[in-house]
């Protein structure tokens, strides 16, 4: 009875514990946003620093964002052609590609792959700036690291992500007119008609939001976790993995949250 | 007379569970150059990223010239006080995104490179390189021009021949030597070193187990009767 007892108290504590830091940590994601809040609103901003990340976090992800684009249209193509074509729905291949692609499949895909590509390698540098000191030497050089390292970065991501979207969008339906066209025998006019009349505004717009969201929580993740990396190489390593891991979560589900907010307009 | 640059009283630092500084007092006099010699682990860069600002102590108070208690300032009271100090890092903390040239301007945009190169003996041709082309060696050195080019009130060295062989390390010693003899800048430096203490220490603090053990003129250091001290100087465990 009194070792039931102290397991039981044992697992509570850790239960405790466990959601002690959950809350702790939220608090410090939480703290760390402020302070960006606060210092992009009263201190230096870096345009130069913007502008480099800009091209980091955007133009250099093209390639990749152009890939898993094209590829996701033409697979979406021939999957709902395999579909479609079992209840003679043929014509509403290209309204469910360019559907899929402009609300869905390109601000996710593409935040996926940012959040790898992008928001691994700010939590590495960030990461390796802190436990090599060169955090400290910023600070002792009169240079804000906020202002100098985070609020450039999550700036970038927050437009970079929606103009890669756009992108993204333009390559995606091209991979699945491709298909269409020279593969499944379409009209070429009639698919881009098709497409053309058949896309809204606020698909194009719901996903671009998408996309500004997933660019800061990247960034912001990337930025975070690099920043209260520990220790050495290990340290960096974690925060990276943490980074990436914590992102693409939360795309996910904020993905799902801004789904359901534009499902009800 | 010796002027007090810089008062440390009573500081407590501890993480979590483990008290690194306890009740520590030490005062840094203007125009000298105080070696912290400890083991490791003994809170002599603590101390030192304590009076920088870069951390918070737990209680006590750090004053420095007329500002009284450094914890109180505001974020960007802080700023303009570690602005005070020149650092050499331990591992030169360079920022290896900018070559040697952007490095310096970061410190300070007006004064001419080519002059702060000749007196940490550096070509100007390492100018345009990246901190990871360069030797540790080197990068001390330009970690040095970038410490003393800000002017500063006070120059922190953080192990400043920590990874370096014998003889770049006597190198270092001199330059610093010359350095902060010429330029009568108020000097603390963490070592385990003991040529630095030799070379160009005026005063010494010995550190064990987050207190001060022992103070005194850099020349009587032999003369001490702290056991601990003598063991760590003859590098007895």
New interface residues.
């Given amino acids: 009875m009194t070792r039931l007892l102290s397991s039981a108290l044992a697992l509570s504590k850790r239960l405790f514990n466990l959601i002690f830091s959950f809350f702790y940590s939220i608090g410090e994601i939480v703290d760390f946003f402020l302070d960006c809040v606060k210092y992009f609103i009263t201190e230096k901003f870096y345009f130069n620093i913007f502008l480099k990340q800009f091209i980091k976090i955007g133009f250099n992800s093209l390639p990749v964002v152009g890939l898993t684009s094209i590829f996701t249209g033409m697979v979406l193509a021939l999957q709902s052609y395999t579909g479609f074509s079992r209840f003679s729905a043929e014509s509403a291949i290209p309204n469910v590609v360019v559907l899929s692609i402009t609300r869905e499949l390109a601000p996710v895909l593409a935040g996926l792959m940012v959040a790898g590509r992008s928001g691994a390698a700010i939590a590495a540098e960030i990461g390796t700036m802190k436990v090599t000191e060169q955090i400290d030497a910023l600070k002792t050089l009169s240079t804000n690291p906020f202002n100098y390292l985070i609020i450039p970065r999550i700036l970038a991501g927050i437009i970079s992500l929606p103009i890669l979207v756009i992108v993204g969008d333009i390559i995606g339906v091209l991979g699945g007119y491709l298909i269409c066209v020279n593969l499944l025998n379409f009209n070429p006019t009639v698919y881009l008609q098709n497409t053309y009349n058949f896309v809204q505004f606020i698909d194009v717009f719901s996903g671009l939001v998408k996309a500004s969201v997933f660019g800061f929580l990247i960034t912001f993740m990337g930025c975070y976790h690099g920043f209260n990396a520990k220790g050495g190489a290990q340290g960096v390593g974690q925060s990276t993995t943490y980074s990436v891991v914590s992102s693409s979560i939360l795309i996910l589900l904020m993905n799902y949250i801004i789904t359901s907010f534009f499902f009800r307009l | 007379m010796r002027k007090k640059k810089i008062i440390v009283k009573n500081i407590n630092k501890s993480f979590k569970n483990k008290v690194v500084l306890k009740k520590l007092n030490l005062d840094v006099f203007e125009s000298e150059s105080l070696s912290i010699i400890g083991e490791s682990g003994s809170g002599k860069s603590i101390l030192t990223?304590c009076i920088?600002g870069?951390l918070d102590y737990d209680d006590g108070s750090i004053s420095f010239g007329k500002l009284d208690n450094i914890k109180t300032l505001s974020d960007k009271e802080k700023?303009?006080y570690?602005?005070k100090?020149?650092?050499l890092?331990?591992?030169s903390?360079?920022?290896?995104?900018l070559n040697i040239r952007e490095n310096l301007k970061?410190?300070n945009k007006k004064n001419s490179l080519n002059e702060i190169l000749s007196e940490v003996g550096l070509p100007q041709s390492i100018l345009e390189k990246y901190p990871s082309e360069l030797s540790v060696g080197m990068q001390k050195r330009v970690g040095l021009a970038?410490a003393i080019l800000?002017k500063p009130e006070v120059l922190i060295l953080d192990e400043p021949t920590t990874g370096l062989d014998p003889i770049i390390a006597r190198q270092i010693n001199l330059l610093i030597k010359n350095l902060v003899r010429k330029k009568k800048i108020t000097t603390i430096t963490v070592t385990h070193d003991m040529d630095s203490v030799y070379e160009f220490a005026d005063y010494v603090a010995f550190l064990k187990n987050g207190i001060i053990e022992w103070y005194g003129k850099a020349r009587k250091i032999n003369q001490s009767k702290n056991s601990s001290m003598i063991k760590f100087i003859k590098g007895i465990n």
């Fill in positions: 990223r920088v870069l700023m303009n570690m602005s100090f020149g650092i890092f331990q591992n903390a360079l920022l290896d995104s970061f410190a970038r800000k």
